[in-house]
């Protein structure tokens, strides 16, 4: 492959991911969710492929323009930096990763009213409600729930109640250390 077709492809890929962040950032309070991947991590992956495309393109320029001992000094120092550089981001991401998962709650009708999302770090898990918008579109309330080493939402759990009134749903959860907590989310945003 020759050097301008090797920057054609990692131009084309650069722009692929560029697009895709910008358009994850124009959805605003919206929240993109298929099964169990959101717009969080899809906006990670993206700027992961991102800077990786960068360091490839970087490598790639040692090999164009360098030759003989110069070349391979310069390319085992690039991917020390790069594979150390890489492995950090690996070791905070994976570290500070809050597994967020998505729970469903059905109105009496059987249909979904609202979608809580639930994380957790450390002894800490804490969430928002959503409403649905679309199939693989969430709205944003903006109301927030914390607990204390306790997922109320979880399937097996069932520590909640949700009040479905006209314009809001009331929801009683368990938030740890036998303390109840009441949330009130609008349901006409």
Not at 43 to 67: H, Q, T
Not at 114 to 143: H, N
Not at 154 to 182: K, M, P, Q, R
């Amino acid at each position: 492959m020759t050097w301008k077709r090797f920057q054609t492809a990692i131009w084309i890929l650069l722009a692929v991911c560029a697009g895709g962040i910008v358009l994850l950032c124009l959805t605003g309070e919206f929240m993109l969710v298929i099964g169990p991947v959101d717009s969080s991590d899809i906006f990670g992956i993206l700027l992961l492929i991102f800077l990786l495309a960068l360091l490839v393109w970087g490598d790639g320029a040692i090999v164009a323009f360098l030759k003989g001992w110069e070349r391979m000094a310069a390319l085992v120092f690039a991917l020390l930096v790069e594979g150390l550089f890489l492995l950090t981001i690996l070791f905070f991401g994976v570290y500070f990763y809050t597994n967020p998962q998505y729970v469903p709650l059905y109105t009496p009708n059987g249909e979904v009213g609202l979608v809580v999302r639930q994380e957790s770090w450390l002894f800490k898990a804490w969430g928002e409600f959503y409403l649905p918008a679309g199939p693989c579109l969430l709205r944003g309330t903006g109301v927030t729930y914390e607990t204390h080493d306790i997922w109320p939402f979880h399937d097996s759990y069932d520590e909640y109640e949700v009040e479905w009134l006209e314009e809001s749903a009331v929801v009683h959860y368990n938030a740890g250390g036998g303390e109840w907590e009441t949330c009130t989310v609008p349901l006409d945003q």
